[in-house]
């Protein structure tokens, strides 16, 4: 480790140290160690910031939270629930299943892991309790099964991932829908 390496950490952990919020911990310190240990103009610095908060990508994924928001304060998570019940109720096991497909179906609507847990969890876990399902069963169930939102495009993770990697968004949705069938 080097001794700039040691100053910048010293830096962001004093900073840390002082009740500073992180991100702005963050920034301060990467700011210091781009004056004091780079020979790169300033203005660099401030044109690549602003450059790159000009992203579309940014957007979709506040409008997705915001849809997901939206779902889990309306009644489409009973639907989605009925829907699921309806598709898997005569197997042994169907309620759980059910939690299961409604997981995977509100992921794939709303692109966010945590509106998925927050609206179906909320709903199933009590009805499973109530249908002679282990407590912790489901719970295990209902906050494992949301993943499926990150696999069944489109979701926050896809679009976030290929923004930060450069490849297609569309190729990244292409491969998701399959998998993500094939696990629900």
């Known amino acids: 480790m080097e001794l700039s390496d040691i100053i910048i950490l010293l830096i962001l952990l004093g900073c840390m140290a002082t009740y500073i919020p992180v991100f ?7 700011v210091l160690g781009f004056l004091i240990f780079t020979d790169i103009p300033l203005l660099l610095l401030f044109q690549t910031m602003f450059r790159s908060m000009d992203n ?18 309306g009644s489409i998570v009973k639907k989605l629930i009925d829907i699921a019940n309806v598709m898997v109720s005569f197997l042994p096991g169907g309620l759980g299943m059910a939690g299961v497909i409604a997981c995977g179906f509100f992921g ?8 998925t847990v927050v ?37 926050i993770s896809m679009i976030l991932y290929a923004m930060v990697s450069n490849d297609p968004l569309e190729a990244l949705f292409l491969t998701g829908f399959i998998p993500g069938i094939m696990i629900i």
């Not at 579309?56 to 304060?73: P, S």
């Not at 794939?108 to 509106?115: E, Q």
């Not at 407590?135 to 295990?140: A, T, W």
Request: proline share 6%; with cysteine; aromatic share 12%.
């Open 108 to 115: 794939a609507i709303s692109g966010s892991t945590v509106a």
């Open 24 to 30: 702005m911990c963050l920034f301060f310190t990467g």
């Open 119 to 155: 609206a179906i969890g909320s709903f199933m876990i009590p009805a499973l309790i109530e249908n002679d399902y282990e407590e912790k069963f489901s719970v295990g169930l209902m906050t494992t099964a949301p993943i499926l939102g990150v696999i069944i495009p489109p979701s």
């Open 56 to 73: 579309f990508a940014l957007v979709v994924v506040l409008f997705f939270i915001l849809c997901g928001n939206i779902m889990t304060k």
